[in-house]
């Protein structure tokens, strides 16, 4: 191995390490505690120059209470009595402000094992203790927020689902106090049914994925009664390494019911506008058989058909889990297998995306496509078979629907941009297009007709 040899002897290599050691004080003392040595570590650490502090006491850079205390003959037969003595306090500059240090003191001995003095080294650990002591806030301030939460339920568990912290109000919520849960499987707090079909492994496996997994269901308290909790399961790291999952949980129970009450009222309320619309439906019909002039008849069957389309809506709300909203795919189909049973001559093609649209929007798009399938009915094919097809595509935030036969085509007189013409059913399709906000085209395609409608999805 090859070697560098060092200018000057041994003694002038130590005195080198102590002298380059700027971030340490390192200073060696007599056994009265005078300062014998000083280094430069020690001048730019407390302020005292080496001509200054040498041959003085180094009692003079403890606090004044410490000095009364005696600490620093306390902390010297220490040294002398142990081999060392670790100090950790406030000490004094030169300028009388203060600094937290951390030092080590250890006796000097001679060749022949006889001590002669000391040797102390220190080092300004202000900053440290200032984090530590902001670390420790921080964490008595979050300590103290659990504690406070007694609404919601805060704990956490270990990568195998074990408790190992858990708030007041995780007690409050779940009955069990910190000392008997702390341990134990979170899965106890989960339905049986639950935990055998895997929730709460499916719940960590989504918060590792995703960051997050939301918990909306059933959970089981101490005394075995249940309740609705609501709430937010997140993954912990320490280190950026997994150490487990951080759970928030509030006893939702009583909005749970509620919005559980008021779906069943919105259903029961549907359910009862369907049947009086139907019974309005039936009553039109009736006095479309009893007319005598075939116009008024004709009216009130276009009336009838109009009113069991609304009808229609209403029963596929209160039959779905969402009663605001309605999927225009599914609706469609059976608006068109409806219309098609209407007639013993004609036919209707439906090719839908699946869209979910509000209830009310659904209502306004059924009667557009009620108008014109039935006007194709009765204007492209009056007396023969026939098809009338129906596509609706919904791309981003827009819906095209378009209805479309290959009749007769559109009459000689017919103007795309008449608004008040006299036919009742273009009236009520120009006046469903204006509420939906759509735009209209019309297009006589020889053979047939087409209505193209574009409209956003949302009104």
């Not at 003191?105 to 220190?122: C, D, F, S």
């Not at 134990?184 to 079909?197: G, K, N, Q, S, V």
């Not at 006046?431 to 006589?444: C, D, F, P, S, T």
């Amino acid at each position: 191995m090859d070697q560098c040899s060092f200018p000057g002897g041994e003694d002038e290599i130590y005195r080198h390490i102590v002298e380059s050691a700027f971030d340490y004080a390192i200073f060696a003392m007599d056994l009265s505690g005078a300062v014998t040595t000083w280094n430069a570590g020690a001048s730019k650490l407390f302020g005292y120059s080496a001509e200054e502090i040498i041959g003085q006491n180094s009692a003079i850079i403890f606090s004044f209470e410490d000095q009364l205390a005696g600490a620093a003959l306390k902390e010297m037969r220490l040294a002398l009595s142990t081999g060392r003595a670790d100090d950790n306090r406030l000490h004094v500059k030169k300028d009388g402000s203060f600094f937290w240090a951390s030092g080590l003191m250890m006796p000097l001995r001679n060749g022949a094992g006889k001590v002669y003095g000391l040797i102390k080294v220190v080092r300004d650990r202000t900053q440290s203790l200032q984090q530590d002591e902001a670390l420790r806030a921080s964490e008595e301030r979050l300590q103290l927020i659990l504690e406070s939460a007694v609404d919601y339920a805060i704990f956490a568990f270990d990568q195998d689902g074990r408790i190992i912290s858990w708030n007041t109000g995780a007690s409050r919520i779940f009955g069990y106090e910190e000392s008997e849960i702390l341990g134990r499987d979170a899965r106890i707090l989960f339905l049986p049914d639950d935990r055998e079909d895997g929730a709460p492994d499916r719940e960590m496996m989504t918060a590792l994925e995703r960051g997050s997994a939301e918990n909306e269901r059933f959970h089981l308290r101490k005394d075995g009664s249940t309740f609705w909790g609501s709430g937010l399961t997140m993954p912990l790291r320490v280190d950026r390494k997994r150490a487990g999952f951080l759970k928030v949980l509030r006893d939702d129970t009583e909005r749970h019911f509620a919005e559980e009450h008021q779906q069943v009222m919105v259903r029961e309320m549907s359910h009862r506008v369907k049947n009086s619309l139907a019974l309005v439906a039936a009553m039109l019909a009736m006095q479309a058989r009893s007319a005598k002039e075939p116009e008024a008849s004709r009216a009130l069957r276009d009336a009838e058909a109009r009113v069991g389309t609304i009808a229609q809506v209403h029963d596929q709300l209160w039959r779905q889990p969402h009663v605001e909203t309605v999927d225009l795919s599914e609706f469609l189909s059976s608006l068109c297998q409806r219309l098609e049973q209407s007639s013993a001559l004609h036919r209707v093609s439906i090719d839908a995306d699946g869209c979910v649209v509000d209830a009310d929007r659904a209502i306004q798009i059924a009667l557009l496509v009620n108008e014109l399938v039935t006007n194709a009915f009765k204007h492209a094919y009056p007396a023969v078979h026939g098809v009338v097809t129906v596509n609706a595509r919904c791309a981003g935030d827009e819906i095209r629907l378009e209805i479309f036969d290959n009749g007769r085509g559109l009459p000689p007189d017919f103007s795309p941009g008449e608004t008040n013409g006299r036919s009742l059913g273009m009236k009520i399709v120009r006046g469903l297009v204006q509420q939906l906000k759509a735009e209209l085209r019309i297009e006589n395609r020889q053979p047939g007709a087409g209505f193209v409608i574009r409209m956003p999805k949302d009104g």
